[in-house]
């Protein structure tokens, strides 16, 4: 590990740059203009009632749940880059190149990342991730799109990068690539789970599951030669990247008709808080999966009639909150498969970030003109009724009973091993025998509701 706390300057500004005021109230929603700059991240920490926002001067600021400014800084670190804030809250990263130069006379350009701790102005660690070596001969080697965030509550993170490199002589060649890692601090270790570039990602908390749209390209070219690879792939993890689904898969080559492997590369995408299940955006279509052990079930789709930039399941799993590209957000119910509301934004400017408030069912989204806006009204739909009602005795050794709040019109219902294998099918009862399944953990699935129960 790379750490000399010696070379560490870190500027920390209070900015009376305009006055704050607290929520406006808009109708349906509250605002407050947070920054004068585009948003570009809103955090709000586990098991608390503030949140950080952080702006295109990469400026961070802190609110409690009423708006009010509890603190701002500035943080600049002498030959560093900031990159973000991360999702814990705890930490902010920075990025640095060093280059040299070999016995061959190649430049070597070593890269760092830097994870501060901004509350109590101390440096967590730094790490040196890769050292690109440059030949002569080459066109040129970059890395760039760094995304990286760390959790120091379980001393792990998540690196993902975009690569570019080409070289000349007769035939010129270049790549576009990259890399997604995981990163163990108590070992000091990355570990490379995907060797491609990505387009775009979604990752759990705690980085067990992770959703890339991976991608690929190749090109070879001379006054007489032209060709190009091109490789678009959509995977999921749901073990910390050790093994990998596809999903949907893309190939092209020069001279070849394209070659698309079950499905379609979604635009976004996102993994639910808790439940067994990810939903995926292409066009004005939302495509929903769940997901077990080792196995990637696809459940349906349905059209939701607009073109989201940016989704967010609500903290209960129920709903997806969706940012449209005509200035609105809709609350999509999951079960329904529709949006069942739509909140017109009066500043006619698209949300770019949201998320959650804790231990509400409450939003926050961010905006390129520095503002938020509080949805405090989204409480209403937790208390909207669902299909089954329970699932009891849970765990069971023998039968299973299953309450309904409504009538269904299914006929069957399925249980799948946490494996994804088909288990049972049958017409649908209230009761049902699984005296005959193995211990462990299942699935039961009922229409588009699936419910998670243990056998012993």
Known sequence: MYFNINIVLIVLLFIPQFVFSQWQNKGEYKEITASNQPITQIITPKDSSIFYIVDKENIIRKFNYQGELLFEKELKLDGYEFLRLCNDGLSCIFFKNVETKDQNGWTVVDKYLLCYDFTNDSVVFEVKFISLVIPIYALGNNIYDIKFDFNRRINKGFLIYNSSRGYGGGVKTSYSE???????????????????GYKYFDISEDYE?????????????DMDFDYTIESKYFQFSNNYGINFNWISHYHYESNYPPNNVYGFIPDIFKIANNAPIFVAVKGSFLYHYTFFKDKILFIDSSEIGINPNAMLFSENDKFIILASQ????????????????????????????????????????????????????????????????EVSPNPSSDKLYIRLRKILSVDLIQIYSIEGIKVIEQNFKNEINIGNLSSGVYFIKLGSVIKKFMKY
């Open 326 to 389: 005509n200035h609105s957000i809709g609350i999509y119910d999951i079960e329904k498969r529709n949006i069942i509301r739509e909140f017109i934004l009066l500043d006619s400017v698209n949300a770019e970030v949201l998320v959650n408030l804790n231990g509400t069912y409450g939003f926050l989204a961010g905006n390129n003109k520095g503002k938020v806006k509080l949805f405090e009204s989204a409480s209403i739909l937790s208390n909207v009724q669902f299909n089954i009602e």
């Open 209 to 221: 599951k992770i959703l890339l749209n991976n991608y690929y390209k190749e090109y070879h070219w």
């Open 178 to 196: 990259g890399n997604a890692l995981t990163y163990d601090l108590i070992n000091n270790q990355f570990k490379t789970i995907a060797g491609d």
